[in-house]
């Protein structure tokens, strides 16, 4: 890849990925951190995560400028066209994964029953897997990877599984205990959150191989079984 | 590399020297009525001299030789027998400076459909001029000086003058190189505008050094680099999504 011979130019695509790279980070931290305050029914940590989606809505602001002002300042055209639009539309997607740390954080207070609720401990699991897939998707924009990117969706189906097969396990037990159903349903919209995550971690990845190939990915690439949460 | 249409103008294998210097090397390329064709690339690639092989513009430069099969409607425009004055009415040409004649508006656009006998009587005459500068988006701000000097109009419609001078003899092809370069963004704009509404009735084929502007007014996109044709195809995909990396390098602005 040549630099522009304008140098501001390229300064200004460095820029926006670097506030993509802190934006996703960010992201990352906010997920894992929810988790983390709800495994140790930490209010305090919790409350941190509330206030600090703030900062991510930030910085989508900044990247909702900076692209902006590259369109109407560069007129960029071809793969930094693709690019532009594409950190335009991933720090939507970024600001909306902290969103869902958000409410995971907000859940926490209603969710004090140590130990008592077996599919507690699996949660954490499945959070990395997300938060795995947000990671390695912000990796291969910034390696600009179509083929890091594909194998991100691909992995998209696993924590549809595991949302799956944890709604199963998790209606089981409050039929069997009944006196949870409340922090369990509390439970179940954590899963779905992590789940959602997992599909925005996907579309990301379907806006980095658009920006760094030109071409949308085929449904094959995605792998295409139809799961309960489609 | 030809993208299946009626062809008005057709271009093959053409090869231009200027003298022992090879400017254009083995380029084919066809122009249809219904889309407006940018050639784009660096300075020096050879667009516009391609551009003036299709009205035998180079004619006029003793040094320069064009070989190759340039065909309009079919018709060898290098044979023999063909009218030169006939093939620039048919094949017309816009240039980079407005280059209106020293003499009034009217007879500036009334100068071609005279000289190739296209009206049978005064009246006749008139309509013309009026509908060409109609066309050229011109008429409603010269009605009432028809007889001031060309020259003395803006640069902005000073072109399109020009415009309405070159389609005054109903030309089937316009040649326009970089008909913008000498003018401000809204004198730009009626350009684009024009060229825009003329599309469809003239195969136009414009040489910009202006991406947003060739991206903005054609339909399809060719891109020369060094005398020769690099990429050529559908304007939207040119720009979003170029298949070869010179093309990209230079639409991006990384060029060199």
């Known amino acids: ?230 | 590399m030809s993208i299946p249409n009626q062809h008005k103008i057709s271009a093959q294998h053409v090869n231009v020297w200027y003298g022992a210097k090879k400017a254009i090397d083995d380029v084919s390329l066809d122009f249809g009525s219904d889309h407006v064709t940018s050639l784009i690339g660096p300075s020096g690639c050879g667009k516009s001299t391609f551009l003036r092989t299709l009205n035998r513009m180079n004619d006029t430069i003793p040094a320069a030789k064009v070989e190759g099969d340039i065909t309009l409607d079919g018709e060898d425009i290098y044979a023999p027998e063909m009218d030169v004055v006939q093939l620039r009415a048919r094949v017309g040409m816009v240039f980079q400076k407005p280059n209106p004649f020293p003499k009034s508006i009217f007879e500036n656009v009334a100068y071609g459909p005279r000289i190739h006998g296209l009206a049978g009587n005064k009246t006749q005459l008139g309509e013309i001029v009026e509908r060409s500068l109609r066309r050229a988006g011109l008429w409603d701000e010269v009605k009432d000086r028809l007889t001031d000097s060309g020259t003395a109009l803006s640069g902005g419609q000073q072109q399109r003058l020009c415009i309405a001078r070159a389609i005054a003899v109903d030309p089937e092809v316009i040649l326009m190189d970089e008909p913008c370069s000498a003018l401000d963004p809204i004198a730009t704009a009626k350009i684009e505008e024009l060229i825009h509404e003329l599309k469809g009735r003239y195969a136009i084929v414009i040489v910009t050094h202006n991406m947003q502007q060739a991206a903005r007014v054609s339909q399809r996109t060719a891109f020369f680099h060094l005398g020769t044709l690099i990429e050529y195809g559908a304007t939207s995909d040119i720009f979003t999504n170029p298949r070869q990396e010179r093309t990209k390098d230079y639409i991006t602005g990384r060029y060199g």
Do not use: W
């Open chain 1, 1 to 230: 890849m040549n630099d522009h011979t304008v140098k501001a130019f390229d300064a200004d695509i460095g820029q926006l990925r670097g506030l993509i790279a802190q934006m996703g980070g960010m992201a990352e931290h906010a997920i894992a951190g929810a988790m983390e305050a709800l495994r140790r029914h930490d209010l305090e940590g919790a409350q941190l995560i509330i206030a600090g989606d703030k900062k991510l809505d930030a910085l989508e602001l900044e990247v909702e400028q900076l692209a902006v002002r590259i369109i109407a300042l560069r007129a960029p055209l071809a793969d930094d066209l693709r690019e532009v639009v594409a950190a335009l539309k991933i720090a939507g997607v970024i600001e909306r994964i902290g969103d869902y740390a958000k409410n995971i954080a907000k859940r926490v207070p209603s969710i004090d029953s140590h130990g008592e609720i077996e599919p507690l401990s699996v949660l954490p699991a499945m959070s990395a897997l997300a938060v795995r897939m947000v990671h390695d998707a912000l990796d291969a924009f910034a390696a600009r990877d179509a083929d890091a990117a594909v194998e991100v969706c691909q992995r998209d189906r696993e924590v549809d599984d595991f949302y799956n097969s944890l709604f199963r396990v998790l209606v089981t037990h409050m039929m069997e205990n009944p006196r949870t159903i409340g922090q369990v349903t509390q439970l179940l919209f954590i899963a779905k959150n992590l789940e959602r995550v997992g599909d925005h971690a996907t579309n990301i990845a379907e806006m980095i191989y658009y920006a760094a190939t030109g071409t949308h990915m085929v449904e094959r690439d995605r792998g295409t079984l139809l799961s309960l949460t489609e």
